[in-house]
């Protein structure tokens, strides 16, 4: 039998277009299962060294995208620009107005969002994938839930202020909460039958990167919600 040698590609060429949807639906960065194939070309990856207390490891692996982003006008930025220039390039994608959904504190030291959800289940799904994710970043958020809705809130107690931490938890966040088809508000076009037609539930195709292999992460929040959306 002939043994032949593994080399594993840069990149899978039928997985940019992957990358490229989760792009569009997260210019904040990309969230995959470890071992997928990124398109280098189009993302890069996070290192290692932000998890510097890391316990274990991380069922994912954050790519951010390469491209540049618009500056931003906000005073708390232009402080954090001022104090820490390298995190604040990863901050921008993050913020309402740049590509993202989070706004910074007035003091510039923590990064605020809340997320909706259909429904208590889905909200306390997200609210696991998070904590899991938490166990192995050794990072936690303040956060609040009321029936749907959560609040997050990201800072660094030591040092106090903004770190590189809260911006993966960040991204987290955002990717989780859109494989728990958080509910975003969104012009688009009214479809028939809707009654609300400023929301929208994203959704992850069950095709794409962001799904787990069947049969591993059993700890994974499972999809329970029996409920009627709020
Ligand atoms: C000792 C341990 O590293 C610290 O307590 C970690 C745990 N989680 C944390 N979470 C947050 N949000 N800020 C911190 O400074 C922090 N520190």
């Excluded at 402080?79 to 390298?86: A, G, T, V």
Aim: glycine share 6%; aromatic share 6%.
């Amino acid at each position: 039998m002939m043994i032949l040698p593994f080399v594993k590609p840069r990149a899978l060429p039928c997985l940019s277009g992957v990358s490229r949807r989760l792009d569009q639906l997260n210019p904040s960065g990309v969230l995959v299962p470890k071992g997928t194939w990124v398109s280098q070309n189009r993302f890069r990856p996070i290192s290692d060294e932000s998890r510097p207390n890391k316990i274990g490891e991380s069922r994912f692996r954050l790519y951010l995208p390469r491209q540049a982003t618009p500056p931003s006008t906000s005073t708390a930025f232009a402080h954090l620009e001022e104090q820490k220039p390298d995190l604040s390039k990863d901050v921008l994608p993050l913020l309402v107005g740049t590509g993202g959904r989070w706004r910074l504190s007035d003091d510039g030291h923590a990064l605020e969002r809340s997320f909706r959800f259909l429904t208590f289940a889905k909200a306390w799904d997200f609210m696991t994938g998070v904590s899991l994710e938490c166990k192995y970043l050794n990072h936690h958020p303040e956060w609040s839930n009321c029936y749907n809705k959560v609040t997050v809130r990201l800072t660094t107690h030591q040092p106090k202020g903004l770190s590189r931490m809260d911006v993966n938890l960040a991204r987290v966040c955002d990717i989780i909460a859109l494989r728990c088809k958080e509910v975003v508000p969104g012009p688009g076009p009214k479809p028939p039958g809707r009654q609300n037609d400023s929301e929208v539930s994203t959704e992850v195709s069950t095709k794409d990167s962001t799904e787990l292999p069947a049969g591993t992460h059993k700890e994974t929040p499972t999809e329970t919600s029996t409920e009627t959306p709020a």
